[in-house]
């Protein structure tokens, strides 16, 4: 029995670079697979353009198994579309209704400048991440299991916040386009574990420090990052940010 297939209206943003004007563009998209993921329906999208000699759309992709941060768009208002917990390329067509038109625009926040159409600049993430995001110290080889007791909790906790692939979801939703989660889950990994606790206070000053010269905004604790976020971190993070920065302070 052949499956049926699916019409759908898109409004794309089209922008040609960071100092262009952009704006968004009608295209309808006929014969979609439900079975689809997002990125494969403008991956269709982009072969009916190219057949009609016109430009295709860029947008950000890379693993397509929802684990790299690549992918980005906002869907219909809602950073990584409408189904919580998953990334753009893991949205599947099969969310949306014979006819439906789907809005889809970059990720907008100061530090993340458009490149091109759905593609955006997310290199302050990677600034930040350059200031701390990781231990300096030689660790040697892998331990023998429990020769560093770590208590369960503590390393349940720390291997949620590992999940943050860094897509920048939370940026995009916050209405001041904070990076607190982002930075959050990463200073709360490494302040949970005995590995990271002898740099713990440099890490948070400096990534903090970095945060705000990239220009992100503050958190007023509206929760938008957590709702979009695509592996669930908490904001429970950003709590721990803010503690590990005020002991850091008065050290």
Same mark, same amino acid.
């Given at each position: 029995?052949?499956?049926?297939?699916?019409?759908?209206?898109? /409004?794309?943003?089209?922008?040609?670079?960071?100092?262009?004007?952009?704006?968004?563009?009608?295209?309808?998209?006929?014969?979609?697979?439900? @079975?689809? !993921?997002?990125?494969?329906?403008?991956?269709?999208?982009?072969?009916?353009?190219?057949?009609? @000699?016109?430009?295709?759309?860029?947008?950000?992709?890379?693993?397509?198994?929802? &684990?790299?941060?690549?992918?980005?768009?906002? &869907?219909?208002?809602?950073?990584?579309?409408?189904?919580?917990?998953?990334?753009?390329?893991?949205?599947?067509?099969?969310?949306?209704?014979?006819?439906?038109?789907?809005?889809?625009?970059?990720?907008?926040? /100061?530090?993340?400048?458009?490149? /091109?159409?759905?593609?955006?600049?997310?290199?302050?993430?990677?600034?930040?991440?350059?200031?701390?995001?990781?231990? !300096?110290?030689?660790?040697?080889?892998?331990?023998?299991?429990?020769?560093?007791?770590?208590?369960?909790?503590?390393? @349940?906790?720390?291997? @949620?916040?590992?999940?943050?692939?860094?897509?920048?979801?939370?940026?995009?939703?916050?209405?001041?386009?904070?990076?607190?989660?982002?930075?959050?889950?990463?200073?709360?990994?490494?302040?949970?574990?005995?590995?990271?606790r002898p740099e713990a206070a440099r890490r948070v000053?400096?990534?903090?420090?970095?945060?705000?010269?990239?220009?992100?905004?503050?958190?007023?604790?509206?929760?938008?990052?957590?709702?979009?976020?695509?592996?669930?971190?908490?904001?429970?993070? &950003?709590?721990?940010?803010?503690?590990?920065?005020? /002991?850091?302070?008065?050290?």
């Open positions: 029995m052949e499956k049926k297939t699916i019409t759908i209206h898109l /409004k794309v943003w089209r922008q040609k670079d960071a100092s262009s004007r952009g704006e968004f563009k009608n295209y309808l998209v006929k014969d979609v697979n439900p @079975d689809m !993921s997002f990125l494969e329906m403008l991956d269709v999208l982009n072969e009916d353009l190219i057949k009609k @000699d016109e430009e295709p759309i860029e947008f950000d992709n890379d693993c397509r198994e929802g &684990i790299c941060g690549m992918c980005g768009a906002v &869907i219909n208002g809602t950073a990584h579309g409408p189904k919580s917990g998953t990334t753009t390329c893991d949205i599947r067509m099969r969310m949306f209704k014979d006819g439906d038109t789907i809005v889809v625009e970059p990720f907008r926040a /100061k530090a993340f400048p458009v490149i /091109k159409d759905l593609v955006v600049d997310r290199s302050s993430l990677d600034r930040i991440m350059s200031k701390g995001g990781y231990t !300096s110290v030689r660790t040697g080889g892998v331990p023998e299991a429990l020769s560093i007791p770590v208590p369960k909790e503590n390393a @349940d906790e720390a291997m @949620d916040m590992a999940a943050c692939i860094g897509c920048g979801a939370c940026v995009a939703a916050c209405p001041n386009a904070s990076a607190a989660l982002f930075v959050g889950a990463k200073v709360s990994q490494l302040a949970l574990l005995p590995q990271g000053e400096r990534m903090v420090a970095q945060m705000d010269e990239e220009g992100f905004g503050a958190c007023s604790n509206h929760g938008e990052c957590e709702a979009v976020c695509p592996k669930e971190i908490s904001i429970t993070a &950003i709590a721990r940010m803010r503690r590990e920065y005020w /002991k850091a302070m008065f050290k």
